[in-house]
């Protein structure tokens, strides 16, 4: 099964949109995180909104302090404007997805981000699984 790693600043948002699609969309097929550089103390009650609009419930999430540990589990790390704190190592795939940032956007904002992010998501599974 493969482990995949959304990044983000603050863990708050973006990765956790994305982690929350993933799990949804894969079907208990791959091994999801996230994690932030700079891990906020909550969730963004925006993001939480937007991802109930589409039956996903994220509200029992909570940020997670990025680890070097949580990068070299992975097989797939995907980025989002968290720029160098993301280790390397070699053996990963790494992709950096320009997304913006929703903290402080309104819910009509954050719905075009999570739009933008269940895309890239199902273009993941189909990459990632069989």
Known sequence: MP?????????????QMAAGFLQHLAGGSVDVRSAGSEPADQLNPVAVAAMLEEGIDIRSEQP?????????????????????????????RYEDWELADPAG??????????????????????????
């Not at 482990?3 to 990765?15: D, E, I, K, Q």
């Not at 719905?111 to 895309?119: E, G, L, N, T």
């Open 105 to 130: 956007l309104d819910l009509d904002a954050v719905r075009s981000i999570r739009d933008d992010v269940r895309a890239r998501v199902q273009d993941l599974v189909g990459r990632i699984t069989p």
């Open 3 to 15: 482990t995949v790693l959304f990044v983000c600043v603050h863990n708050a948002g973006r990765s």
């Open 64 to 92: 997670a302090l990025l680890s070097t540990g949580a990068v070299r589990a992975a097989d797939v790390v995907i980025t989002m404007g968290c720029g160098d704190a993301c280790p390397v190592f070699p053996g990963k």
